[in-house]
Every structure is written in structure tokens, then in C-alpha cells.
């Protein structure tokens, strides 16, 4: 199978390794991207004599014999990028979120019930063995129907959205939209139910200062004493440079919300980004009359408490790679398969569209400090 690639990022060579790990017959032979020369030297003249460069989308997909497309550049293009591939009908690996605006959103959408491509939309946390058991056991009944949910995910790696790109808002879209996106399809998908109404806040409380815009952890006077210094730093990339305490460094570090689902059940939701090492986790409490489950990524533990027995029921649910739970290479493969034209994406469009309205209207609660109602109605 022939890979074509928009945008040759981290994340999306994160996501080819799955794949060819699982089919070594798939494998990269067009690149678009605006670092072409760049990428050349990293990947060397022999892998790079096999992959034709192209510096737009529009010259990739007209040459031709291509079976799959994977976008991976920076959030702001997701849109633009997925607009050009969906009347192609080419299979579309997609990074979240599929849009950080309403008009992008909107767009994406029309194109979406236009040409209803096949896009696999990159939430591996719904394709986790640990939350399909998750699923396994609400879906039996066990917990009777789940009536509130308590999330949370405290991130361990949140110094990344402070020191590189990823601090530019203009680009992310928040961090509702980087992060939480991820957890409200989860939670969507394990309720089977609509969202409705959404009350949201952010705060700025840690990663912020007086340090002059575009200063670089290695040029500081504090660089020998400051915690989150990455400055001769292993455990980060080297583009991961910049102060997390100047006066340009964007994106909240914390933010919670309230969402109200059809049946009139609520989930509470909070996220934090200066929590670290073992004080992380990321995970949820799903409750039912009849019992409650509890399970968190950073452990692989899942817990089922029975309410009105004195059970408790405790699995360890471990990945076969730690790759976001083990749900990239569920992705990776699911790919592969609608290529293949064997399966239909597990995590189409519309769940993500979805997921990034959710997103948006989280976003724009926490600057009016108002309760939004979730409808595509209401934006059109």
C-alpha cells in the first residue's frame, strides 16, 4: 500500500511506525511538506529516493497511485488539508482536532456529508483495550445505566504546550481542543448519548510571568535553578525551547466542564498541566444505581465498586504497546483496513466533528463565562 503524507511530523511518523509495524507492506511514497529539504537529510538519499516531495497537495494526489493519506501537520491545517482530500475518495488518516474554528468546523462538516470519504479520525483512547472492557461491562448492564460521570486527565507531559509551538493558541486552538478532545469522545462514546448543553472555565495560574517574549530556556539567568527549564534537557525535544514564564507564552493550565447529555445526566470534566509524575493520571468514574467503575491510563487499572454488595473487582488491563494504551496501533490497523477496503473506519468524521464542537463551545463558555448549548443550529 502506497502512503502519501501532508504534513511529515512527529506525531504522523509516530503513527507510520504502527503501521508498517503491522503490514511492512504499507509504506510511505509521497510527502508533502514546507521542510521537504530538511526531511530529506534526516531520512537519508537511500529512503528518500524512494519517496516522491511535493510541495502542495494538490500536485501529490494528481500524480496519482496513492491508497491512503495521512495529515499530520500543525492543528490550524487540519481543515484545509482534509478539504483538499475528501472529494478524492482516498482513504484519509486524520490527526485531531479536524478543526481549532467554527468556520473550519462548518466546512469540514459540509464536505463531509458531500463526499462521506472514509476517515479514520485519531482517537485511540476510545480503541484501548482497557475502556473497550470499560464498555464491555456498562453495555452488560452490570452498573445499571450510567447516570454521572466524574473524568480527569492530569498530564504528565503538559510542559510541551509552553515551551515549543504548541504555546501559540493561534495554532492549537486551546487546550480544550488539544487535549480534551480525546476525553469527550471517550465519554461520548461510552455513553451512546447526544450532548447537549455545556458550562466550561479556564484558568492561567502557573505558566505565566514577566520573562521577555521569544526568550529561550538556555539564554535565562534562571536556567540553573528553574524547574521546568529544558535547557540541556534529555526528556524533551530540542524545538521544546522557550521560556513557559514569559509574557508570550500562551495556552491555560488548567480548565474543567459541566455537560449536560439528552437523558439529562451530567459529566464533570477537569484537566490540569502542571501536575507531574505520579500525581497524573488521566481516567474516569462512571456511576450507576447498580455499581461504579473506575479505570486510569497511567495505571491500567480498572475497578468495578458494586453498590449494594461488598465486592470490588479489580482488573489490570495491559496494552500489547504503551502507545496511547495500546489504541495506535488499533488505529494503525483499522487504517490499514479500510485501505484494504476490509472495514469501515472506527472513529469516523462525524465523531470527530462532533468531539471538536464540543471542544469549541467548551472554549467559548470559559470566555463568556456562559452556559453554551451544544447544536450545529446554533452556529450555522
Not at 213 to 242: M, P, R, V
Request: glycine fraction near 8%.
Amino acid at each position: 500500500m502506497n502512503l502519501g503524507v501532508i504534513g511529515y511530523g512527529a506525531r504522523i511518523r509516530w503513527v507510520l511506525d504502527e503501521i508498517s509495524g503491522i503490514d511492512p507492506e504499507c509504506r510511505v511514497t509521497a510527502i508533502t511538506d514546507v521542510r521537504n529539504q530538511q526531511i530529506k537529510q534526516e531520512l537519508g538519499q537511500e529512503q528518500s529516493d524512494r519517496i516522491s516531495f511535493y510541495d502542495t497537495p494538490e500536485r501529490m494526489i494528481a500524480a496519482g497511485n496513492i491508497d491512503g493519506i495521512l495529515i499530520g501537520t500543525r492543528c490550524s491545517l487540519h481543515t484545509e488539508m482534509a478539504l483538499q482530500i475528501l472529494p478524492t475518495g482516498i482513504p484519509l488518516y486524520l490527526e485531531k482536532p479536524v478543526a481549532t474554528s467554527y468556520e473550519d468546523l462548518l466546512r469540514l462538516k459540509a464536505a463531509n456529508e458531500a463526499y462521506r470519504s472514509e476517515v479514520v479520525v485519531s482517537f485511540p483512547l476510545r480503541n484501548t483495550p482497557l475502556l473497550q472492557m470499560a464498555k464491555e461491562i456498562i453495555d452488560s448492564g452490570k452498573i445499571g445505566t450510567v447516570e454521572h460521570v466524574q473524568a480527569m486527565n492530569n498530564v504528565a507531559s503538559g510542559g510541551i504546550y509552553y515551551h515549543g509551538w504548541y504555546r501559540d493558541e493561534k495554532e492549537t486552538g486551546g487546550l480544550f481542543l488539544q487535549k480534551s478532545t480525546h476525553d469527550f469522545d471517550y465519554i461520548t462514546y461510552l455513553l451512546q448519548l447526544r450532548p447537549v448543553r455545556i458550562c466550561a472555565m479556564k484558568s492561567k495560574q502557573v505558566f505565566k510571568g514577566t520573562n521577555p517574549a521569544g526568550l529561550k530556556c538556555k539564554d535565562c539567568s534562571d536556567k540553573h535553578i528553574c524547574l521546568d527549564n529544558t535547557y540541556q534537557s534529555t526528556s524533551f525535544d530540542a524545538s521544546w525551547e522557550y521560556c513557559c514564564f514569559a509574557e508570550d507564552t500562551g495556552n491555560e493550565d488548567s480548565g474543567s466542564a459541566i455537560i449536560q447529555y439528552e437523558s439529562g445526566m451530567h459529566v464533570s470534566y477537569s484537566q490540569n498541566f502542571f501536575a507531574r509524575k505520579t500525581a497524573c493520571g488521566r481516567g474516569a468514574k462512571l456511576m450507576g444505581y447498580k455499581g461504579t467503575i473506575e479505570f486510569d491510563w497511567y495505571t491500567n487499572l480498572l475497578k468495578v465498586y458494586m453498590h449494594h454488595t461488598n465486592r470490588i473487582e479489580t482488573y489490570e488491563v495491559l496494552p500489547d504497546n504503551e502507545s496511547h494504551g495500546g489504541g495506535d496501533a488499533v488505529l494503525a490497523r483499522n487504517f490499514i483496513d479500510v485501505m484494504k477496503g476490509k472495514a469501515r473506519s472506527s472513529t469516523p468524521l462525524d465523531d470527530g466533528l462532533l468531539s471538536a464542537l464540543i471542544c469549541l463551545k467548551a472554549k467559548k463558555s470559559a470566555e463568556d463565562y456562559s452556559f453554551q448549548t451544544i447544536n450545529w443550529g446554533e452556529i450555522l
